[in-house]
């Protein structure tokens, strides 16, 4: 199948369900606000511990909604959909003028050598990352560090998303200081109503999970073992698509809970796909059944985060170990 082909056949996809839609939505804020009272109204410790890693695992379901709002795939045209998911940017830590500017560019530059780099971790070949600095070397590793894709909210939203674009331009990313203050002032008013317990359970758990998990989620779809870098030259959207984007297979329930973004070779393929039928897409169409694959099993993780830089010459990604061989 051409790549024209191939893109003529997930357009039928391409096609929301509004109400489905709205009940994707409203059903998993409702999740959202029944982990919350949990959290702060039920007497028993494990339940509201539960319900705290619940709200993490949610929020991620959620921002994938966010996700496709963005993308216009879902609830376009609707006031109230505008409100709910401006709000949702800014709880998340991803104001809708950050989160637009670069994954828009991620999509139109996914896996592209030099250039990949903005709405993504950056990627380096092999030569490249010899003759950097001493200090380039290290701020690159620690970009793509294990600790700091897991402190995914501290380095990825709060610096990365949030106080990086408000400095670059105030002007532009403005409403990354609303967002800023809006996160602020949601913990302040945790810690204020339901002390320490509240704000530990209610406010940097479920944020520690969600942005570790979507962090990660990022990262290892688009830096796996079978994963491809072209530069300009060689580069053509589907090939990034399906060579350089993987089929991430999970459970069910994790499917769920990360709203079917482990299909993300066929979300790169047709980003108006909404999430809710990207496994239809899968299942109908056999030319995206043969897509890379990782997993979320632990010795998988693990030789995803190994992958530091491209090898050109072996035309595969190498650990730190081998840049040196």
Known sequence: MTSNQLIRATRPFAREFRRLSWFHTLSTLSLMAAAYCVIFWCPILALQITASILLGLVIVRMFIIYHDYMHRAILQRSWLAKFIFTIYGY?????????????????????????????????????????????????????RHPLTITFG?????????????????????????????FHIALGTAIYTYFGWVGLLLGFFIPYLISHALGSYLFYAQHNFPDVTFKDKEGWTYISAALESSSYMKMSRLMHWFTGNIGYHHIHHVNEAIPFYR?????????????????????AEIRRCFQLKVWAPDENRMIGINEVNS
């Open 91 to 143: 709880f998340i830590l991803a104001a809708p003028s950050v989160w637009r500017r670069s994954h828009n560019y991620h999509h139109k530059h996914n896996s592209k050598l030099y250039s990949s780099s903005i709405g993504s971790f950056p990627v380096v070949t092999k030569d490249k990352f010899l003759a950097a600095s001493r200090t380039e070397q290290r701020i690159y590793l620690f970009i």
């Open 278 to 298: 990207l496994p239809e897409a899968y299942a109908k169409i056999p030319a995206l059944q043969n897509a890379k694959t990782t997993s979320l099993h632990p």
């Open 153 to 181: 909210y501290l380095f990825t939203f709060i610096y990365g998303m949030s106080i990086l674009s408000l400095v670059r331009n105030p002007r532009k990313h403005w409403d990354s200081a609303v967002a800023l203050l």
